[in-house]
């Protein structure tokens, strides 16, 4: 018996020289803080930057909250791209996207890449999909979703907003018009809120306008845009549009309406990711105002 207790206190004894010998060694730094060191140095090892040359994880490189991204209701012809700069869902069928989204930020309106003005098909969709042929001679616009004036930052952005999947066709005053005067108010505006989330697309109703080009690309009836924020006197506001797909004369302000009543008319749950009190809150109401129009 007292023959087993010397080796415990022998035991005893090397595990804590042990210890002291490891904290010497470490600085006195326990092995899980060593380990979330170690995951630390990996993770800025593995940082990617963009063309501007921001580091990825600074504040204007944050975390995606995905806050843009929308439940669409009828999933069918809902397959998910992710680009660089935007995320889309392609809808094979119509050869143009159910909706976009993106995020926004005001670090992002300095880039100085400019559009190309090369529309290519997208390269992750495998099925069939538009042509820039089926535009040509159509009488309507490539109409970007995701606009190339909020991809300047980067040069990779810029060329894949040139996708189709990016474009549908629309009407050339409404394009050259209010839909291009509400991008560059999203642009101001995000220079004072400095992230804002955007989520627009095509609205397919009565299908009065028929198809265009051999591979018949759908042409929308009108076009959704919602926008989100976060106001340091108000929280989580929000504003959605619908713009008919043709000539608009009017101001942007009498196309504006609550998301939620825009969610009623696309069949969207949009900004579904912000916690449901923000969210009920956000899209309940809206100023137009708050957006300077």
Known sequence: MAEKKKYSLASGILLVALAVLSLI??????????????????????????????DA???????PSNYEIPYLL????NEIIEHMGFTLSYNEKYRIP?????????????????RQDKFTPDPDIKG???YDRDYVGSGYDRGHMAPSGDMKWSSQAIKECFYLSNVCPQNHNLNKGLWND????????????KTIWVVCGPIIEKNKYGTIGE????????????????????????IGFVFPNESCNDELRDYAMTVDELEEYVGMDLFYNLPDADQQKAESKMDPNDWKL
């Not at 009828?74 to 012809?77: A, G, L």
């Not at 509400?182 to 220079?191: M, N, T, V």
């Open 128 to 130: 069939r999909q538009a």
């Open 215 to 238: 591979n018949k690309v759908k042409v929308p009836d009108a076009f959704f845009k919602a926008i989100l924020t976060k106001s340091k006197k108000k929280g989580w506001i929000s």
């Open 25 to 54: 060694l470490t600085d006195g730094k326990d092995v899980f803080q060593l380990q979330r060191e170690a995951t630390q140095e990996e993770q800025t090892e593995n940082v990617v930057t963009t063309d501007t040359g921001l």
């Open 182 to 193: 509400l991008e560059k108010q999203i642009r101001y505006e995000c220079k004072y809120y």
């Open 74 to 77: 009828d999933n069918e012809n």
């Open 98 to 114: 159910n909706w976009v989204a993106y995020e926004l930020k005001a670090s992002e309106l300095y880039g100085d890449f400019d």
């Open 57 to 63: 994880t600074s504040d204007n490189y944050s975390t």
